[in-house]
């Protein structure tokens, strides 16, 4: 399994990235937007730090034709970009196109199975269901993800299923024991992963009782 920074802020993906914990980042526009300044620079940063990683840039066209081309644009920046292009059905045609062209494409804002179904009948890289969105609006995201899975083990589908929108660390939790292929998560909820209470009271304790044996050098 996979996991992914959800950010675009540069000084974060360095951090996690010395840690080898992450394997790609997903940003979109707002991500973008934030960090200020030229996003292709942005964009190459994130690659240099990543250079294995998988890099997933949204498009920011809306007419298909127009997405199609800036969906080439950005593929071309480098060979682990994965272009994010909106599950809408104006944009099939493209999709299909683009994955004939050999484009790795991260189809985002993924609500339902069927939508999940017919971007694995187009053979996309990714899909990108949104489980807080769901909750938002009291439907079961997690139970959606252990569907798509099924679905994907059914029909022996190559398409990856990437868990987004996960609010907390139980959605990160529960993401990982529907056994999705990646999950992509802010630095906050990867922060607050990394750390339970039990495991600092037992360093407290192992270096409590180590100091008692009073020596000064090991091994």
């Not at 730090?49 to 997405?67: M, N, R, W, Y």
Request: glycine fraction near 6%; include cysteine.
């Amino acid at each position: 399994m996979k996991i992914f920074l959800d950010t675009a802020k540069v000084s974060d993906i360095k951090k996690w990235s010395d840690t080898g914990i992450i394997d790609g980042v997903t940003t979109n526009p707002s991500h973008l937007s934030k960090e200020g300044g030229d996003p292709v620079k942005v964009i190459k940063d994130i690659m240099n730090l990543l250079p294995s990683g998988e890099i997933s840039v949204e498009v920011t066209e809306k007419e298909p034709q127009a997405v199609y081309d800036q969906a080439k644009k950005i593929a071309a920046l480098g060979p682990n970009i994965l272009v994010k292009i909106p599950c809408t059905e104006e944009y099939y045609p493209i999709i299909q196109k683009l994955v004939a062209e050999q484009v790795k494409l991260n189809i985002t804002l993924v609500f339902t199975l069927i939508q999940s179904l017919f971007m694995s009948k187009l053979g996309v890289t990714y899909i990108s269901p949104f489980i807080g969105r769901l909750a938002d609006i009291d439907e079961d995201g997690i139970s959606m993800l252990h569907e798509i899975k099924y679905m994907k083990d059914s029909y022996g589908f190559s398409t990856g299923i990437l868990a987004a929108s996960l609010r907390t660390v139980e959605h990160l939790h529960e993401a990982i024991e529907a056994g999705v292929d990646v999950a992509t998560v802010s630095t906050d909820i990867l922060e607050k992963a990394t750390k339970h209470p039990l495991t600092k009271q037992g360093i407290k304790q192992f270096d409590e009782d180590w100091k008692k044996l009073g020596i000064k050098q090991f091994p």
